[in-house]
């Protein structure tokens, strides 16, 4: 597979998987629920990267041990045997047998196969990039901060040709002059409460692709308080109303949507463009 992310998101609106698909007795974060996005039409799996007190990289969202795998203690506070030895849990915190995977793993598992947002990012800047390196797979791989001069120097120092989006609230004061730096920019990751928003308007991603960038929405609802795409979102979608959540995105004409249904989405697309 020939992999260049804004040729391809140019091209059709491309779907990231959340955490890959889970459910059932299938946990977020594993090499299975990597398979089922991918066999339900993903085009990006994103994963979370956490890593251990003795520094090695596990695909895990830091703060979240206690709801998924029952265990009170931070994998950051773990040996890196101590993770191994840890299980998944389901959705009814029953334990699988789902193991914590490490960094490399997951790599292993989708090389060639799809690209891969790398989230949290700014927490293992160094060791990912090394470990992207190491797999030979910087072409697949997209990742993402926000805005700080410190992280803009540490991205140009070790990873400055791997795709890199800054994540926006409501408005872009960055991309222009992100343009002019060191870094494989690539576009921007946008979030906003409002339709009203600056960030949210057709004209702002008119602007951004006449610029070569392209520019990434949020359909997941992680936390409904957390509002990220001013209501169109996964659960007015996959509850009946797809027109008013991935139809509206997909009318603003974002470039990567992120959802935590990704075949849905896939089938929504597929009967729009019939």
Not at 85 to 93: A, V
Not at 174 to 195: C, H, K, Q, T
Not at 249 to 267: C, E, K
Request: aromatic share 10%; hydrophobic share 45%.
């Amino acid at each position: 597979m020939n992999f260049d992310l804004k040729r391809d998101a140019f091209a059709r609106t491309l779907i990231t998987a959340h955490r890959g698909v889970w459910g059932g007795n299938i946990p977020c974060n594993t090499l299975d629920a990597f398979e089922v996005a991918l066999a339900q039409g993903a085009d990006m799996i994103e994963l979370d990267v956490a890593h251990s007190a003795d520094g090695e990289l596990f695909v895990f969202h830091p703060g979240m041990e206690s709801a998924h795998l029952g265990s009170e203690r931070a994998i950051a506070g773990m040996r890196a045997e101590e993770v191994r030895e840890l299980r998944f849990r389901n959705y009814d915190q029953t334990p699988t047998q789902a193991r914590v995977n490490t960094f490399d793993e997951a790599l292993e598992a989708l090389k060639g196969r799809c690209y891969i947002n790398v989230d949290k990012f700014w927490e293992n800047i160094e060791p990912v990039a090394r470990a992207i390196r190491r797999h030979g797979m910087e072409e697949q791989i997209l990742v993402k901060t926000g805005p700080s001069e410190e992280v803009f120097r540490r991205i140009a120092e070790v990873a400055p040709d791997i795709a890199y989006m800054l994540i926006l609230r409501d408005r872009d004061e960055y991309s222009d002059r992100m343009l002019s730096m060191p870094l494989n920019y690539v576009g921007a990751e946008i979030l906003f409460a409002s339709e009203d928003a600056p960030i949210a308007s057709r004209e702002y991603v008119e602007s951004m692709h006449q610029k070569g960038l392209i520019v990434w929405a949020n359909a997941i609802v992680y936390n409904y308080r957390a509002v990220l795409a001013a209501g169109h979102n996964d659960d007015v979608s996959a509850a009946g109303h797809p027109d008013e959540g991935w139809g509206w995105l997909l009318d603003r004409g974002y470039n990567i949507l992120q959802t935590d249904w990704p075949g849905m989405l896939r089938a929504y697309m597929q009967a729009r463009n019939a």
